[in-house]
């Protein structure tokens, strides 16, 4: 079973805060890492996508990957109230993408 | 990113017809698509894996006669979601896999179907 574990929240912030969300998973041989944003009645957007240790950064945006820890995270920096979504977790391990439930992050004005 | 079209993006229907979507990558060819559906405040749920030129692969709960998918091209895959009842009343959403350096799952804007 290859399982992406998230906590679901919510997740509450003041506007301009960081925003951290975490997310670890089972599989040790998950090669590929992925945050996306699901707005309540749309789609999820992928925002940011990591493969190897470390940190990477795009706008307000940093994800962390520690492979050793099965571990990796999304930060987002001057939270915004557009912010406000559900961020959903996904790894890519024996050709399969597998999600977490998400994490419901509100961020208030 | 890669554009994925969803079609459409809202049906109402009565119980008992057929409703088929389809899924478009516009500017990638998608030899993997997979279809999942929603419900509110619920999670994704993978339903089936559609590969180009072969039968689907259905998550188990998932019947193959009632969620009929077609995966006919390299750019589109179709889910008919055959007599239609209100229990099939879900957000469903289409997603495919793309591969330049990497490899990424772009999504479908989402189909919210209602069965009256």
């Known amino acids: 079973q290859k399982e992406v574990e998230q906590n679901s929240g919510p997740l509450s912030v003041p506007e301009g805060a960081i925003a951290s969300l975490n997310c670890t998973y089972s599989d040790r041989g998950s090669q590929s890492f992925f945050w996306y944003r699901q707005y309540s009645g749309k789609s999820p957007e992928l925002i940011m996508s990591?493969?190897?240790?470390g940190d990477k950064e795009d706008g307000r945006f940093t994800a962390q990957l520690n492979k050793a820890s099965q571990y990796v995270s999304l930060l987002i920096r001057d939270s915004q109230p557009s912010d406000s979504a559900t961020y959903l977790c996904?790894?890519?391990?024996?050709?399969?993408?597998?999600f977490g439930t998400g994490t419901s992050l509100t961020v208030i004005p | 990113g890669a554009v994925v079209s969803q079609h459409p993006s809202r049906v109402i229907c009565k119980s008992g017809t057929s409703v088929k979507i389809e899924c478009r990558s516009l500017d990638f060819q998608a030899t993997t698509m997979f279809w999942y559906r929603q419900f509110p405040k619920q999670s994704l749920m993978l339903m089936a894996t559609s590969n180009e030129g072969s039968k689907a692969t259905y998550e188990q709960g998932v019947e193959k006669d009632k969620f009929l998918i077609n995966h006919a091209s390299l750019t589109l895959s179709t889910l008919t979601v055959t007599s239609a009842h209100p229990e099939d009343s879900s957000f469903y959403i289409c997603?495919?896999?793309?591969?330049?350096?990497?490899?990424?799952?772009?999504f479908g804007s989402g189909t919210q179907l209602s069965v009256l």
């Open positions: 990591i493969y190897s240790n």
């Open positions: 996904a790894v890519n391990a024996g050709n399969q993408f597998y």
């Open positions: 997603s495919a896999r793309w591969w330049g350096l990497d490899e990424k799952l772009f």
